[in-house]
Protein backbone atom coordinates (compact mmCIF):
# COMPACT_ATOMS: atom_id res chain seq x y z
CA UNK A 1 0.00 0.00 0.00
CA UNK A 2 1.61 3.22 -1.08
CA UNK A 3 2.46 5.66 2.01
CA UNK A 4 4.00 8.99 1.02
CA UNK A 5 6.33 10.68 3.82
CA UNK A 6 5.53 12.21 6.99
CA UNK A 7 8.42 13.78 7.02
CA UNK A 8 11.07 15.60 5.46
CA UNK A 9 14.00 17.91 4.65
CA UNK A 10 16.10 19.64 1.93
CA UNK A 11 19.49 21.53 3.03
CA UNK A 12 21.13 24.30 0.81
CA UNK A 13 24.38 26.72 0.96
CA UNK A 14 23.93 30.21 0.27
CA UNK A 15 26.68 32.45 -0.01
CA UNK A 16 24.77 35.10 2.26
CA UNK A 17 24.60 36.21 5.77
CA UNK A 18 21.86 34.41 7.86
CA UNK A 19 20.46 38.01 8.02
CA UNK A 20 19.94 38.38 4.34
CA UNK A 21 18.38 35.01 4.46
CA UNK A 22 15.95 35.33 6.94
CA UNK A 23 14.90 38.84 5.03
CA UNK A 24 13.93 36.30 2.35
CA UNK A 25 12.59 33.55 3.84
CA UNK A 26 10.35 35.87 6.39
CA UNK A 27 9.11 37.84 3.41
CA UNK A 28 6.26 35.12 3.25
CA UNK A 29 4.27 37.32 0.13
CA UNK A 30 7.11 36.25 -1.92
CA UNK A 31 6.52 33.07 -1.32
CA UNK A 32 4.96 32.99 -5.09
CA UNK A 33 8.39 33.48 -6.45
CA UNK A 34 10.15 31.17 -4.43
CA UNK A 35 7.85 27.82 -4.23
CA UNK A 36 6.83 25.69 -7.25
CA UNK A 37 3.91 24.65 -5.19
CA UNK A 38 2.80 27.64 -2.95
CA UNK A 39 1.75 30.55 -5.22
CA UNK A 40 0.24 33.19 -3.07
CA UNK A 41 0.15 33.88 0.20
CA UNK A 42 -1.83 36.60 2.20
CA UNK A 43 -1.62 38.22 6.39
CA UNK A 44 -4.33 37.45 8.76
CA UNK A 45 -5.90 39.53 11.39
CA UNK A 46 -3.64 43.37 10.54
CA UNK A 47 -0.66 40.94 10.64
CA UNK A 48 1.88 42.57 7.78
CA UNK A 49 5.24 39.88 9.02
CA UNK A 50 6.25 36.60 10.67
CA UNK A 51 7.58 39.49 13.77
CA UNK A 52 5.85 37.39 16.66
CA UNK A 53 4.49 33.55 17.02
CA UNK A 54 1.02 33.86 16.33
CA UNK A 55 0.73 35.95 13.53
CA UNK A 56 -1.46 34.25 10.82
CA UNK A 57 -1.50 34.09 7.26
CA UNK A 58 -3.25 31.81 4.53
CA UNK A 59 -1.49 30.11 1.08
CA UNK A 60 -2.59 28.92 -1.61
CA UNK A 61 -1.22 25.68 -2.81
CA UNK A 62 -1.41 23.85 -6.96
CA UNK A 63 -0.49 20.37 -7.14
CA UNK A 64 -0.23 19.20 -10.79
CA UNK A 65 -4.51 20.46 -11.47
CA UNK A 66 -4.91 20.40 -7.59
CA UNK A 67 -5.85 23.51 -5.61
CA UNK A 68 -6.24 24.24 -2.48
CA UNK A 69 -5.72 27.21 0.46
CA UNK A 70 -4.69 26.68 4.31
CA UNK A 71 -4.42 28.72 7.48
CA UNK A 72 -1.60 29.03 9.13
CA UNK A 73 0.05 30.16 12.05
CA UNK A 74 3.64 31.37 13.20
CA UNK A 75 4.79 29.28 15.64
CA UNK A 76 8.31 30.51 16.00
CA UNK A 77 10.20 33.80 14.58
CA UNK A 78 13.53 34.11 15.30
CA UNK A 79 15.33 36.73 13.07
CA UNK A 80 18.56 35.07 11.61
CA UNK A 81 17.93 32.18 12.78
CA UNK A 82 14.13 29.69 12.35
CA UNK A 83 10.94 30.59 11.15
CA UNK A 84 8.35 27.76 11.59
CA UNK A 85 4.73 27.87 11.28
CA UNK A 86 1.76 25.11 11.40
CA UNK A 87 -1.08 24.54 8.74
CA UNK A 88 -4.24 24.27 9.83
CA UNK A 89 -8.02 23.28 10.07
CA UNK A 90 -9.64 24.84 13.07
CA UNK A 91 -7.79 24.43 15.79
CA UNK A 92 -6.05 21.53 14.82
CA UNK A 93 -2.47 21.54 13.79
CA UNK A 94 -1.75 19.69 10.44
CA UNK A 95 2.09 20.27 8.77
CA UNK A 96 4.71 22.15 10.46
CA UNK A 97 6.88 24.02 7.73
CA UNK A 98 10.54 25.42 9.21
CA UNK A 99 13.20 27.10 7.47
CA UNK A 100 16.17 27.19 9.76
CA UNK A 101 19.43 29.18 9.08
CA UNK A 102 22.74 28.40 10.50
CA UNK A 103 25.98 30.14 9.63
CA UNK A 104 28.41 28.11 8.08
CA UNK A 105 31.65 29.09 5.96
CA UNK A 106 31.01 32.41 5.50
CA UNK A 107 27.49 31.56 4.32
CA UNK A 108 24.09 29.99 5.49
CA UNK A 109 23.21 26.49 5.40
CA UNK A 110 19.17 26.83 5.29
CA UNK A 111 17.34 23.60 6.18
CA UNK A 112 13.34 23.76 4.39
CA UNK A 113 11.62 21.07 6.55
CA UNK A 114 8.22 19.58 7.23
CA UNK A 115 6.73 17.33 9.29
CA UNK A 116 3.09 16.11 9.25
CA UNK A 117 1.14 16.70 12.51
CA UNK A 118 -2.05 15.11 12.10
CA UNK A 119 -3.74 13.92 8.66
CA UNK A 120 -7.26 13.71 8.16
CA UNK A 121 -8.84 10.80 6.36
CA UNK A 122 -8.92 12.27 3.18
CA UNK A 123 -6.11 13.84 3.24
CA UNK A 124 -4.14 10.82 3.52
CA UNK A 125 -6.12 9.19 0.63
CA UNK A 126 -5.36 12.08 -1.61
CA UNK A 127 -1.33 11.79 -0.45
CA UNK A 128 -1.16 8.47 -0.54
CA UNK A 129 -3.19 7.39 -3.40
CA UNK A 130 -4.08 10.65 -5.74
CA UNK A 131 -0.65 12.25 -5.42
CA UNK A 132 1.53 10.06 -7.12
CA UNK A 133 5.05 9.92 -6.92
CA UNK A 134 4.43 13.05 -4.04
CA UNK A 135 7.74 12.55 -2.10
CA UNK A 136 9.92 13.02 -5.11
CA UNK A 137 7.81 15.91 -6.23
CA UNK A 138 7.68 17.27 -2.63
CA UNK A 139 11.91 17.31 -2.35
CA UNK A 140 12.15 18.94 -5.35
CA UNK A 141 9.97 21.73 -4.93
CA UNK A 142 11.84 22.49 -1.80
CA UNK A 143 15.33 21.92 -3.56
CA UNK A 144 13.25 24.65 -5.79
CA UNK A 145 12.47 26.84 -3.24
CA UNK A 146 15.91 27.03 -1.91
CA UNK A 147 17.76 27.23 -5.53
CA UNK A 148 15.12 30.58 -6.05
CA UNK A 149 16.46 32.21 -2.37
CA UNK A 150 19.73 31.29 -2.81
CA UNK A 151 19.85 32.82 -6.23
CA UNK A 152 17.86 36.23 -4.81
CA UNK A 153 20.36 36.17 -1.79
CA UNK A 154 23.57 35.89 -4.19
CA UNK A 155 21.98 38.78 -6.84
CA UNK A 156 21.75 41.05 -4.23
CA UNK A 157 24.70 40.59 -2.95
CA UNK A 158 26.66 40.65 -6.57
CA UNK A 159 25.12 43.73 -7.42
CA UNK A 160 26.49 44.82 -4.45
CA UNK A 161 23.00 45.76 -2.38
CA UNK A 162 22.85 47.34 1.27
CA UNK A 163 21.39 43.56 2.45
Known sequence: MPRTAREGQVTLHVDAPPERVWELVADLERMGEWSPECYRVQWLDG????????????????????????????????????????????????????????????GTDVTESFEVLHMPLEAAIIEDYVMAN?????????HTTLERIKAAAVADRDAGSDH
Request: hydrophobic content about 35%; glycine content about 8%; aromatic content about 12%.
Open 47 to 106: ATSPAKAGARFKGWNRFRWMRWSMNCTVTEAEPGKVLSWTTRRGQKELVRWTYRLEPADG
Open 134 to 142: RDHERERAM
